[in-house]
T-cell receptor, first 109, second 118 residues
């Protein structure tokens, strides 16, 4: 069974800082990896999808990298804003989907 | 893009009653849907995988008789919380598996259903 760990569990930064969220997984036999955002009490919003053959994906201020062989992915957020405050979840996808425990991000104005 | 609609978004019920939560894929067909549960301040936990036309596969610790799933069509999966108790109060989220142009599968999530059992 895939085990997914996200570090740090919580992060608080002042507005404008660049930050990195980490995701590690135990089973490298994945098709892709998705990063999601979850606002309190809400469903999930897909942020980025990286195919297993890719090394990174970018969308606006977000950049996600994938090192499948080592079982790691990072989400880089540039110039953080208060609206980025949310919980970020990674989900490596093989035959099933498993989620990390999430990183709760707070961006202080 | 793909849209998944979940209904109801929130429900309050008395202990002992049963509650149905619907998950619909609006503009695509989903042969596989997933049901998750999330308790406060915890991560999503997969409850079951639902395949159209066949029995759902439940994760360890999730009772199929307690949470029966009906996935009778390619656009609708229904989760029932039977004889609900306060400890069933949670946020239930469904997702549908879609395909990308490259053929790999991605997830699209519903907005979630918050269940409160009194």
């Amino acid at each position: 069974k895939q085990e997914v760990t996200q570090i740090p569990a919580a992060l608080s930064v002042p507005e404008g800082e660049n930050l990195v969220l980490n995701c590690s997984f135990t089973d490298s036999a994945i098709y892709n990896l998705q990063w999601f955002r979850q606002d309190p009490g809400k469903g999930l919003t897909s942020l980025l999808l990286i195919q297993s053959s890719q090394r990174e994906q970018t969308s606006g201020r977000l950049n996600a990298s994938l090192d499948k062989s080592s079982g790691r992915s990072t989400l880089y957020i540039a110039a953080s804003q208060p609206g980025d405050s949310a919980t970020y979840l990674c989900a490596p996808t093989g035959n099933q989907f498993y989620f990390g425990t999430g990183t709760s991000l707070t961006v202080i104005p | 893009g793909a849209v998944v609609s979940q209904h109801p978004s929130w429900v309050i019920c008395k202990s002992g009653t049963s509650v149905k939560i619907e998950c619909r894929s609006l503009d695509f067909q989903a042969t596989t849907m997933f049901w998750y549960r999330q308790f406060p301040k915890q991560s999503l936990m997969l409850m079951a995988t639902s395949n159209e036309g066949s029995k759902a596969t439940y994760e360890q610790g999730v009772e199929k008789d307690k949470f029966p799933i009906n996935h009778a069509s390619l656009t609708l999966s229904t989760l029932t919380v039977t004889s609900a108790h306060p400890e069933d109060s949670s946020f239930y989220i469904c997702s549908a598996q879609t395909g990308t142009s490259s053929g790999a599968n991605v997830l699209t999530f519903g907005a979630g259903s918050r269940l409160t059992v009194l």
